[in-house]
């Protein structure tokens, strides 16, 4: 009679079989720092803000008109119970919204007293940027975002980093009532 042997250990067979024949793993000879952040089209303008700034990203939810604000204010919408006031931002800086009303997104800001829907004009999505990309010298297209820009990330094209603190600080921005 003939010896069967047992399928664990031809299992162990085949594995010291593989491990003999493997190949190793290509190894990285640098790690390249990254940026992460979320990457957003406002007015015409490639952004990136970093993650911790923004809570939430919704599609434009319903929002009920409100009387007496800027024309940049939408409206307020409820959120899973909690009111938030949609901002257009494209508006607010004086331009136009260019993307199709289903491309828009509204990026939800959640920090110490400010709760606020910004909406945007396109959503990219998680964005990664190298570090030794960044710079402080920002192009000329972006003079009308001023002190809400901190600097850029460059390569195949060029991201602006915007700052929503910058933002939620700004008087101009606070000031909603006509």
Not at 57 to 72: F, G, Q
Request: charged fraction near 20%.
């Amino acid at each position: 009679m003939s010896e069967t042997i047992h399928p664990f250990d031809l299992l162990q067979q085949l594995a010291a079989r593989c491990r003999q024949l493997a190949s190793g793993l290509p190894a990285q000879t640098a790690v390249a720092e990254t940026w992460s952040g979320v990457g957003f089209s406002l007015a015409g303008q490639t952004m990136v803000a970093a993650m911790g700034e923004v809570s939430e990203i919704l599609h434009e939810p319903r929002y009920t008109a409100l009387p007496r604000v800027k024309s940049w204010v939408r409206g307020v919408a409820n959120v899973r119970g909690r009111l938030l006031p949609i901002i257009d931002l494209s508006h607010f800086f004086g331009a136009t919204a260019s993307a199709p009303r289903k491309q828009r997104r509204v990026l939800v800001l959640d920090r110490d007293d400010l709760f606020v829907g910004l909406l945007v004009d396109e959503l990219f999505g998680m964005q990664h940027f190298p570090v030794s990309s960044f710079t402080t010298s920002v192009p000329a297209l972006a003079e009308r975002f001023g002190p809400f820009v901190v600097g850029a990330y460059t390569g195949e094209q060029i991201s602006l980093i915007f700052n929503f603190r910058a933002l939620a600080r700004d008087q101009a921005f606070l000031d909603v009532a006509i």
